[in-house]
Structures are given as C-alpha cells and as structure tokens.
C-alpha cells in the first residue's frame, strides 16, 4: 500500500521571538521531506503582513513548495487580485482557499461572500497558474444550514475548480469516510480531486477543547473524559494523544487516505514523532 503524501501548516507568529522559533521549527520538520508548508491568514487582512512576511522567507528559505491560506470575508476583489499577483511575483504557485471568519467588529461580507467565490474569482483571474486547495468538514460547519448543504457547498467548491480539499481536524475516522463517499456518490473523482485528512496532534487539553467548540470539531467522549482526568500531567496528555492520534491516521492509511495535512501548532516534536512511526518519511531520509 503506497504511504500517503504530508503537509504542515503554521501560523504566522506574533512576535519576533516567535518568528525566528519558527524558521527553526521550519528546518527540523523540513528534513522529514514535507509536499509542502502552509501558512494561515487572518481573515479581513488582520495578520496580512505577518503571513507576507513568512511566507517570503519560507521561499527563500528552501525549496519545499510554500502555499498561503488567502481569505475572502470582508475583501474586494483588487485586494485579493493584488495578492494572487504578489504570490505569482513570489513564485507560489498553490493556495489554500477560503471564506475565513470576520474578525469581531468588523462587518460586510465584501465582494467574495464565501469560498466558492473565490474559487471562481481565482481561476477568472489566474486561470490554472495556482493548484487550489479549500475547507471540508467532515463534523458539518457551525453554520452550515444543515449536513446535506454543507456536502453542496464542498462539491461546488471543487466543480468550480478546486483541486482538492483538506478538511477541519476529525478524531472519528468515520466521518472521514463517510465524506469521502459522500462526494464519490456525486462524480466527484477522489483519484484527481483528492480529500485530504486534516489532523490535529493532542498536546495541551484545554487549547483543543477551545479549537474544537470554535469550529464544531467533534471531541469523542472517550478523549474528553481521559484528557480531564490527566489534568495539569503534559507528559500523560502528549503520551495519551500520541497513542490516539497514531491510531487515527493507521486507520486512514489502511483505507486508503490520499494525504494529511497536519496542523503543526507551529510544534517540532509530536509532528515528528507522528509522521516518523507512521513511515510517511522517504526511505532515502530515514
Ligand atoms: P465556505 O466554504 O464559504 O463555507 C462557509 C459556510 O457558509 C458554511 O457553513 C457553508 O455551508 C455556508 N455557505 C456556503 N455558501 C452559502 C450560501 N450561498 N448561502 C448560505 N450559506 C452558505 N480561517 C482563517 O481565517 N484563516 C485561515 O488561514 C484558515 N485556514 C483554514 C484551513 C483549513 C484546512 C480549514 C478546514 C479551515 C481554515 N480556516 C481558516 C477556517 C475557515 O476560514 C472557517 O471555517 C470559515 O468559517 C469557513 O471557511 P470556508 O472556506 O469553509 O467557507
């Protein structure tokens, strides 16, 4: 069974002290051979700089290819317009899409509502010059209408020309399959518009219980009850998220998974670790 092709995404990091721990953080997990490194962008521009600044010099950095988050929410369309023309000068050449979250107080939805419009918005634009990656959840998003709208929204996403869709972290590989049938069933191919399992390594409990209410992430109750009753013990928390983490994506793998794109928290060490006992690292690097 051929192993699944892996990513990390940063976020861009607030203070100097933190930029420069992440280049670090960038050369460690760059050695494990990564297809590529993503960088998030705060919707409404709110982290525009930071991202700018690191992803540059993430580009001059290496040659693994780097592709930044670019958001709609809140912008016109000369804005995005401007960035992809940036990106192009930069040589990027694949973006993650999406809608994002308006930052609290601001208000305007902008010329690009949703994901699907900028999808669109980019091919009109670029044409076919950027490999375009968006959102899926396989849990629904909070704000979805409902379950079956979401699946819609997703199967436009990729009609209108994404070129595959990495999803929200899961901890119930179900849903994951579940999804992945789901867009079979409407001629979606899984072969060329692949899913990408998005995965979240467990390191700190209370950090994961606030991600996964912000975003609808679903946390099984047999994870909840056993990081509560760990408490303040980290090393009992990262040996027990190691444990189910692993076993998630050995589950992925034997079905089959295309890629993962692992939601590094800006952390060497559980990504590392994860991605070495998984045997996703070239041969020729072990
Ligand atoms: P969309 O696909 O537009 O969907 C958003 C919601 O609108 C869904 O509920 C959908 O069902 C609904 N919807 C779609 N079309 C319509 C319509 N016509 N009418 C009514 N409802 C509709 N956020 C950031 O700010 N920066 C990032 O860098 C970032 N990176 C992410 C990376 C990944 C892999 C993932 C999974 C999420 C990321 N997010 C990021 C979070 C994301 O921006 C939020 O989840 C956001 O709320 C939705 O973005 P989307 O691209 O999925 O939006």
Redesign the pocket.
């Known amino acids: 069974m051929s192993k699944p092709a892996f990513s990390f995404?940063f976020?861009p990091a607030k203070s100097e002290v933190g930029h420069e721990k992440l280049l670090g953080t960038y050369d460690e997990l760059n050695k494990l051979a990564p297809g590529y490194f993503?960088?998030?962008?705060?919707?409404g521009g709110s982290t525009r700089s930071r991202t700018l600044k690191i992803v540059k010099e993430l580009c001059a950095r290496g040659t693994t290819p780097v592709a930044p988050?670019i958001?709609c929410?809140g912008d016109d369309k000369h804005e995005v317009a401007e960035l992809l023309e940036l990106y192009k000068s930069l040589g990027i050449d694949r973006l993650?899409?999406?809608?994002?979250?308006l930052p609290s107080g601001q208000v305007g939805m902008g010329q690009l509502?949703?994901?699907?419009d900028?999808v669109k918005f980019i091919r009109e634009h670029s044409g076919d010059h950027f490999h375009i990656?968006?959102?899926?959840?396989p849990e629904?998003?909070?704000?979805?209408?409902s379950f079956l709208?979401?699946i819609e929204?997703?199967v436009n996403?990729y009609k209108a020309g994404a070129n595959a869709a990495?999803?929200?972290f899961f901890y119930n590989a179900d849903s994951y399959l579940y999804l992945r049938d789901a867009l079979e069933q409407r001629g979606i191919d899984m072969d060329t518009q692949p899913l990408v399992a998005?995965i979240m390594p467990i390191t700190n409990s209370s950090n994961l219980m606030r991600f996964a209410d912000s975003?609808g992430a679903d946390i099984p109750r047999y994870i909840r009850k056993q990081l509560a009753d760990f408490g303040d013990d980290r090393t009992a928390i990262r040996e027990f998220g190691f444990e189910v983490v692993h076993r998630l994506c050995e589950r992925l793998i034997s079905e089959g998974v295309p890629a993962m794109?692992f939601y590094s928290m800006n952390k060497v060490n559980p990504n590392k670790r994860l991605v070495e006992s998984l045997g996703l690292v070239p041969e020729l690097l072990v």
Request: charged letters at 15%.
């Open positions: 995404e976020f993503s960088v998030t962008y705060g919707a988050h958001s929410i993650v899409a999406l809608r994002g979250d509502p949703f994901a699907l900028l990656e968006v959102a899926a959840y629904m998003h909070p704000q979805a209408k709208f979401d929204n997703l996403k990495i999803t929200q998005g975003c794109h």
